[in-house]
């Protein structure tokens, strides 16, 4: 098995590409996430309605839509403003996931939120705290357990949301078994094999993991 | 009730200047709705490709885009029809007596869930497309002329392209191997919360296991199946954009076709976010639908 041989160094470098994307975009998605679901849980209209609308545009079109308006839409606008060095498959495909993301974890942050008994945030109240006390010292730290496993769970669907940058030319395990295919036109079984293992080699486990921790954490409420 | 507001009562005083806001916010979307009408009515009446002149030129795409938008909802129905036996069968096999069916079945779900759609689409129509006509000549549009040839009617097939129905028909197969599996853990979960006392119940009426799945497990198991599946559905939809990878002619194909050609850089993104409009409609209709059906469902007998 050369070919595996030959190829294992660059799809272990593609696979490495994975993880950055993946890496970098998640706490991004988590932090535009966090304030979306303020946002939304806001008693203001002008921050509301905004909210809604990124979240519902954002779950109601396909992630490669959003990257093809990104990278070839507002990158081909970037060049009339003399911004044309951020017109990459990274930028393009970082600012895309997260994003895309960002309107998941805004439903998962706001469902998290609601979980926490009211009786924390009325005791919270009733010692005299402010309502931005009661939010980061009761609330938020007792929702983060409850939000843990969705979280986990979005960054393996990441894992695999990624290998859409390979259609804009970046550079990730897709598109290293597309160039080996290509370059292989009739032995190309094992390649899809290798990027098939990679893939579950780096999503599997952190399944597992997640699964374990969703066990205890339903066995402790 | 739906809950929109994170922070309970009793709380701080509102301060009540902000709510000003609201108001300069509606004006706001006024302003934004009326200089949305003007630039498209003065800056976007340039000619087309095949010398459009005049204002609104910008129309035509409107119903190229709605034709290719019926082809990705008919990609979309085919493949979740497959889907569904195929995530039946998988929940079926996935609850099995047999050992040797659950592992093929597990390995068929973790395998499918643990890989990018993309890598599989690529796989199905590059590999296993190429293997197979290779070794075994098969050939999709060779089989359904054939077929279409027995059935006295091949006329219907005959001006298909064929490079076309291939990346059909293995871009609909990869789209239902992959929700098939998706579809399979949401239908043994719909089966296995029936209680177990039904199954019992059924038994000891005398009734066999095929009546008993078909008359008590299932009609009880499709309330608790039907919202995962209206979420699987809107995500096949969107996962058919995929599809224009593999060269297939549909709604993500047509924008890009269409986009590509345009060099002013504003109107690319206008035909951008026009498909981008398209599919929003389509889902957020199904996301509709969807939220409506799980409160009709939510209601027990």
Do not use: H
Not at chain 1, 208 to 220: G, N, S, T
Not at chain 2, 112 to 121: A, F, K, N, S
């Amino acid at each position: 098995m050369d070919l595996i041989q030959l190829w294992l160094p660059q799809f272990l470098l593609g696979a490495l590409y994975t993880l950055i994307y993946c890496v970098v975009s998640f706490p991004l998605a988590l932090l535009l996430g966090l304030v979306l679901s303020f946002m939304k849980g806001s008693r203001f209209t002008w921050l509301r309605t905004p909210a809604v609308i990124f979240i519902e545009v954002f779950r109601s079109t396909p992630i490669i839509t959003q990257l093809f308006l990104l990278y070839y839409g507002v990158g081909g606008l970037l060049a009339n403003y003399n911004l044309s060095q951020y017109d990459n498959a990274w930028a393009a495909g970082i600012v895309c996931l997260s994003l895309n993301y960002a309107a998941y974890e805004a439903e998962v942050f706001r469902a998290g939120f609601l979980s926490v008994d009211r009786g924390q945030t009325e005791a919270a109240y009733s010692l005299g705290l402010s309502a931005g006390q009661n939010f980061f010292r009761i609330v938020f730290p007792q929702a983060i357990p409850l939000m843990a496993p969705p979280f986990v769970n979005d960054f393996i669907y990441m894992l695999k949301d990624s290998a859409i940058v390979s259609v804009i030319s970046g550079v990730e395990l897709t598109s290293v078994l597309q160039l080996a295919t290509f370059v292989n036109g009739s032995d190309t079984i094992p390649l899809y094999l290798m990027a098939l293992v990679l893939y579950l080699v780096m999503s599997l486990p952190i399944s597992y993991i997640a699964r374990y921790f969703e066990q205890r954490l339903r066995a402790a409420l | 009730m739906e809950q929109t507001i994170i922070r309970s009562e009793p709380g701080p005083k509102p301060r009540r200047w902000l709510v000003i806001f609201d108001y300069l916010f509606y004006l706001l979307l006024l302003l934004l709705a009326v200089g949305l009408i003007y630039y498209l009515y003065y800056y976007l009446s340039t000619p087309l490709v095949n010398s459009l002149t005049g204002k609104f030129a910008m129309i035509i795409w409107v119903p190229i885009l709605l034709q290719k938008a019926g082809i990705t909802i008919l990609i979309s129905l085919i493949s979740v029809v497959l889907a569904t036996v195929l995530g039946f069968l998988g929940a079926l096999g996935r609850i099995s007596r047999f050992a040797p069916l659950r592992w093929l079945t597990m390995v068929y779900v973790e395998v499918i869930r643990g890989t990018p759609i993309l890598v599989q689409l690529l796989c199905w129509y590059f590999g296993i497309a190429q293997i197979l006509s290779l070794t075994l000549n098969f050939d999709p549009y060779a089989a359904l002329y054939s077929l279409m040839t027995a059935l006295q009617s091949n006329s219907l097939v005959a001006n298909l392209d064929q490079a076309t129905f291939d990346a059909f028909f293995w871009g609909i197969i990869g789209l239902s191997f992959n929700y098939g599996a998706y579809l399979t853990e949401v239908f043994r979960a719909g089966i296995l919360s029936v209680d177990k006392g039904q199954n019992e119940a059924a038994l000891s009426l005398g009734l066999n296991a095929r009546q008993t799945m078909n008359r008590i497990v299932l009609p009880q198991a499709l309330r608790i199946t039907l919202p995962p599946f209206t979420n699987y559905f809107i995500t096949l939809v969107q996962d058919s954009a995929l599809l224009s990878v593999l060269g297939v002619t549909e709604l993500e194909q047509e924008i890009s076709a269409l986009a590509v050609t345009q060099t002013a850089s504003n109107i690319k993104l206008f035909v951008y976010v026009l498909g981008a409009l398209y599919y929003f409609v389509i889902c957020f209709a199904l996301s509709l639908l969807a939220r409506f059906l799980e409160a009709r469902f939510a209601r027990a007998y």
